[in-house]
């Protein structure tokens, strides 16, 4: 590398670290063109979307108990089996190793629809959310003079002073407060 790209390089690198200290002192958030947000931390910690969250996390524990709980019935049912070998015939005991597997497969299969509609539940839940909190992040991008809020993971390099998830948080919380409205929560996938 030479010269002036190392001194660039430099420059570009001290600018990173006192341009957020600078700008803070200054008392006023940064004004960019570009903002980011962590898009799962409004969701999750913010008083509306923690309401709709706690339906859906309810949901999902009661069927990791119902999992529990097959699991348990199957293995017991298995054991059964296991012992009533040696009272049946072969082609007894197939069909009703058969029997059990197909019984196997039917819990699996329907345990699997639950999971998947509880996952489409989270997304739908989150997607509605952020149609509710849309207000709050335009005004926060046109307060900054931002033309794009990009999801923070998505981004390779930033500086703090454009990461807006903790005024988002703020904000919706007190837009919460102000309204004084529960949350809807969403409907448990059954």
Request: charged content about 25%; overall charge negative.
């Amino acid at each position: 590398m030479d010269g002036p790209r190392i001194g660039r390089a430099l420059w570009l690198a001290l600018c990173l670290v006192f341009l957020p200290t600078w700008a803070g002192a200054q008392g006023n958030p940064a004004q960019s063109q570009v903002l980011v947000i962590d898009q799962e931390r409004p969701f999750s910690e913010s008083q509306l979307g923690a309401a709709a969250l706690s339906e859906i996390e309810a949901a999902a524990l009661e069927l990791a108990a119902e999992n529990r709980r097959i699991e348990a019935e199957l293995l017991a049912e298995e054991q059964a089996l296991t012992e009533q070998r040696a009272e049946v015939t072969p082609e007894e005991f197939s069909d009703l190793a058969d029997a059990v597997d197909a019984k196997v497969q039917r819990l699996r299969d329907e345990q699997d629809t639950k999971s998947r509609a509880l996952s489409r539940a989270r997304d739908e839940a989150q997607q509605a959310f952020f149609g509710d909190v849309g207000g709050i992040l335009s005004a926060i991008a046109r307060e900054r003079g931002a033309v794009v809020m990009l999801e923070r993971r998505q981004v390779f390099l930033s500086i703090d002073l454009i990461d807006v998830t903790d005024e988002a948080i703020e904000r919706i919380n007190q837009a919460l407060s102000a309204d004084d409205a529960p949350a809807p929560a969403p409907q448990s996938p059954q």
